[in-house]
């Protein structure tokens, strides 16, 4: 089961920042906070990922509470391009292989 | 850097026939994941290879699913026989080696219609 907790939808309009909200209460202290972004019609894709300190990267910046339980993946500038279902993942770890286990996503509609 | 590669990128069956799907990760690879995705869900762990061993396929319907990873390179999935509730999109990903510092990446995968 996932983990973690996302809206099921929200909406931007192009040209402005996105915040993507993510609760993570359970995360243990050595679990990476994962974001994915699946298109229409295409796999997911990697967008960002961190343990503890904000990370920055050219597509997307994660803001990562100081207790960790939740995190904000932050699109700078929204272009339609940006319109997907984002995943927001703990990875698990079973039987001493590491998973990603996917919940539903937030699908973000970008207006022009 | 060419990406996972899948084939078919579509099939339609009929129940009770079989399929298999193929895909070829990115170079250097030992990991390699199939995923299921239903529609309107996010994607489900499938079977887990380390180079082409199985690391876990806890969520595999091994009574109608089986997969392959011959050699640690290329990957096969297969159903038999398809049930109406098996369609979905089949993705294969790769990554180098543990999820936590490594990405992964995902194919574009092959759309599974089972009528």
Redesign the interface.
Known sequence: DAKTTQPNSMESNEEEPVHLPCNHSTISGTDYIHWYRQLPSQGPEYVIHGLTSNVNNRMASLAIAEDRKSSTLILHRATLRDAAVYYCILSITQGGSEKLVFGKGTKLTVNP | EAG?AQSPRYKIIEKRQSVAFWCNPISGHATL?W?QQIL??????LI?F?NNGV??D?QLPKDRFSAERLKGVDSTLKIQPAKLEDSAVY?C?SSLI???QN???????SWLTVV
Do not use: C, N, R, W
């Open positions: 996972v994941y995923y309107g869900q996010g994607p489900k762990l887990q380390q690391v876990d806890s993705l990903a543990a999820i936590s990405t992964i990446y995902f194919g574009e995968g």
